[in-house]
Structures are given as structure tokens and as C-alpha cells.
T-cell receptor, first 112, second 114 residues
Framework: QQQVKQSPQSLIVQKGGISIINCAYE??????FPWYQQFPGKGPALLIA?????SEKKEGRFTISFNKSAKQFSLHIMDSQPGDSATYFC???????????FGTGTLLAVQP | KAGVTQTPRYLIKTRGQQVTLSCSPI?????VSWYQQTPGQGLQFLFE???????NKGNFPGRFSGRQFSNSRSEMNVSTLELGDSALYLC?????????????FGEGSWLTVV
């Protein structure tokens, strides 16, 4: 119940295309869903986050879509750029704690 | 505003030794969490400290321990190191008590056990 399942494991997108990464969870107590971007040798950097009372959140080229009934959420990267090539992690957190449960990560390669 | 600072960034230890890693959270943040990242297991939660008290603990053996000081700075210690402890250890800080608080990560400490 504590798992967050992430797919795909890797993704290749052409420059200017849309990158889509999906995550699913089981625990309905989760109430905060962030996405992190990680470059090699660096720590994860927060990209965007959403709460379950919102179905979509957009920040620049990054959009989270959230489906509470299906217990799924996804990250869309519009107009993907080579600089977006990194590993992306979804995560979930519940209640009065800062324990994040992470997905297994998606390695995104944007080809020029 | 300075981010989460971790020291040392890189270190090599021998099996059986112990190691202490340090984390300075973002100014004003009272919650500090630690994560282990490996290629095989991904990002796994170690423990969280809030106002000097351990609030949550992951599924790691007792060789992994931590503490938080009154200025919110935190240390984690791994005793009797094993080869499998080689990993990137990440510290994360947040304002406080969960719900809605953004969690920020440091660059991590790369530990190699030989």
C-alpha cells in the first residue's frame, strides 16, 4: 500500500515533443504528490507538486494531471528540450509527516 | 537564501568502519529527512527529524542512526559499514509538519565502501 508505481522506466522524445510520465498509488491517505528532476551527480530538484483536491496544475512547460478516483497522476512536459534530459521521480506523502514514497524513476532523453 | 547543504560530498570508507554525514537545512526549516539512493533500490526513506525528535523511521537496520540539533542541523551515522551501504545519501528539509510543505533536497553525500 505504500508503493508508488512509475512508468515508463525510460523514454526517448524528439525535441519539441511531449513527454508523459505516469504514476499510480494505492494509499488513499497520500495528500501531496511532487515531481522531482534529477541530473547526474545532483540531488533531486522539485519541479512541480499537486494536492488531490486539484485535477491539474501547470507551471510553464510542466503540467501535472491528477485522477483521484483512479489513484493516478502524470507529468506532461510540453515542447521537450534536450536540457530536459534527466531522471524524473514522482513521489507521494501523507499526513503530518515528511516521509516521501518515491517511484522508481524515468530516464528521459530528448533528442535534438 | 542558501539551500540544503550536505558535507562531505564524497567519501570512501572501508568495510567495518563508521561514517557520519552532516546536513544543514534551509534557514527556518525544522524538519530534516534522510534518504538513501542506489541504482537497485532507488530512493528510500531513512528517517525524519522534527524539532530534535525522530518522527518517522524507514526500514533500515539499527546501524543507521541520526540526530538533530537545536539549530535544526542534522547528522546521520552508519556503523559497521557494509559494501551494500555504498550509495548517495540525500538530506531534505522542510518548514515543518507535513501537509503542504515543500521538501527540498541537498546535493547529497556520495559514500563508497571498499
Amino acid at each position: 500500500q505504500q508503493q508508488v508505481k512509475q512508468s515508463p522506466q525510460s523514454l526517448i522524445v524528439q525535441k519539441g515533443g511531449i513527454s508523459i510520465i505516469n504514476c499510480a498509488y494505492e494509499n488513499t491517505a497520500f495528500d501531496y504528490f511532487p515531481w522531482y528532476q534529477q541530473f547526474p551527480g545532483k540531488g533531486p530538484a522539485l519541479l512541480i507538486a499537486i494536492r488531490p483536491d486539484v485535477s491539474e496544475k501547470k507551471e510553464g512547460r510542466f503540467t501535472i494531471s491528477f485522477n483521484k478516483s483512479a489513484k493516478q497522476f502524470s507529468l506532461h512536459i510540453m515542447d521537450s528540450q534536450p536540457g530536459d534530459s534527466a531522471t524524473y521521480f514522482c513521489a507521494a506523502r501523507g499526513g503530518a509527516t515528511n516521509k516521501l514514497i518515491f517511484g522508481t524513476g524515468t530516464l528521459l532523453a530528448v533528442q535534438p | 537564501k542558501a539551500g540544503v547543504t550536505q558535507t562531505p560530498r564524497y567519501l570512501i570508507k572501508t568495510r567495518g568502519q563508521q561514517v557520519t554525514l552532516s546536513c544543514s537545512p534551509i534557514s527556518g526549516h525544522r524538519s530534516v529527512s534522510w534518504y538513501q539512493q542506489t541504482p537497485g533500490q532507488g530512493l528510500q526513506f531513512l528517517f525524519e527529524y522534527f524539532s530534535e525528535t525522530q518522527r518517522n523511521k524507514g526500514n533500515f537496520p539499527g546501524r543507521f542512526s541520526g540526530r538533530q540539533f537545536s539549530n535544526s542541523r542534522s547528522e546521520m551515522n552508519v556503523s559497521t559499514l557494509e559494501l551494500g551501504d555504498s550509495a548517495l545519501y540525500l538530506c531534505a528539509s522542510s518548514l515543518g509538519g507535513g501537509f503542504g510543505n515543500t521538501i527540498y533536497f541537498g546535493e547529497g553525500s556520495w559514500l563508497t565502501v571498499v
